[in-house]
């Protein structure tokens, strides 16, 4: 009986310890585990460039269906075009890109490569401002519907350098074949992804056709997606299909 005082506060040190270690060991495993995750997840950069007469904020909405653990530290930038005369709507002012000489635009239309090239200038001010700000060339995508498609091909063909990729929506060839003179061997690896609607009137499919075959000429890769039925629009269909692109290409951080 003379032992148990002097047991009990052992006892109870005992136990306090043991749990002590029960709950370290119990939760310091996820802990790293979740550490480790946080230090892997790469960082990356989508770009979106919306159509004639569109605003970016209007297409903000697209990066909710993007919900795959890989988009967590996904910046998303939307900017909008300046407001410029459009030929093809009678010389009326609205958000615009470049100028559109006619409607449909086919495989054969003119360009404003002059224009053109000015908004790809600003283009990749924005791509330049991301990099320098930490993001790996590899994790940048620049995806457009439309004439923000057809930026986006131009913007992706004069970049200096690899990026994770481009994506044109319902979007045309914009310039002639001689802006490929100034396309860099390091632009030729970024991947493109092209999904237009068969049944689009406003940029024919056969302005959409044209654009795989005049990548593949110049030693790039193009994967084309046709969906039937489809007018000059964008569906969610095309976006999950974006999603999954976009996640196997994007590259963890070392």
């Not at 939307?78 to 030929?87: D, E, H, L, Q």
């Not at 493109?192 to 990548?215: C, N, R, Y």
Request: some cysteine; glycine content about 8%; hydrophobic content about 40%.
């Amino acid at each position: 009986m003379k032992f148990i005082p002097i047991l009990k506060p052992f006892i109870v040190l005992l136990i306090t310890f043991g749990l002590t270690i029960y709950f370290v060991l119990l939760f310091e495993p996820t802990n790293l585990s979740s550490t480790k995750k946080t230090e892997v997840m790469a960082r990356s950069f989508i770009l979106w460039l919306h159509g004639l007469g569109d605003s970016g904020p209007a297409n903000e909405p697209i990066k909710t269906l993007f919900t795959s653990p890989q988009f967590k530290n996904t910046k998303w930038s939307f900017p909008s075009a300046p407001s410029n005369p459009v030929t093809c709507n009678y010389g009326a002012i609205m958000p615009s890109w470049f100028d559109i000489h006619e409607i449909p635009v086919s495989p054969s239309s003119p360009n404003d490569q002059s224009g053109l090239l000015k908004a790809v200038k600003n283009v990749h001010a924005m791509i330049d401002k991301e990099i320098d700000a930490g993001t790996n060339p590899n994790n940048v995508f620049i995806c457009g519907f439309s004439q923000g498609g057809a930026l986006t091909l131009a913007s992706v063909l004069l970049y200096p350098k690899t990026l994770g990729g481009g994506a044109v929506f319902s979007g045309w060839v914009p310039f002639n074949s001689s802006i490929l003179e100034q396309t860099t061997p390091e632009a030729k690896k970024t991947p493109i992804l092209w999904s237009h609607g068969m049944a689009d009137k406003t940029v024919l499919f056969e302005a959409g056709q044209a654009g795989p075959p005049f990548l593949e000429r110049a030693g790039m890769t193009c994967e084309f997606k046709a969906y039937p039925g489809l007018a000059h629009s964008i569906n969610n269909e095309e976006l999950k299909n974006l999603e999954s692109w976009i996640k196997t290409r994007v590259q963890s951080n070392s």
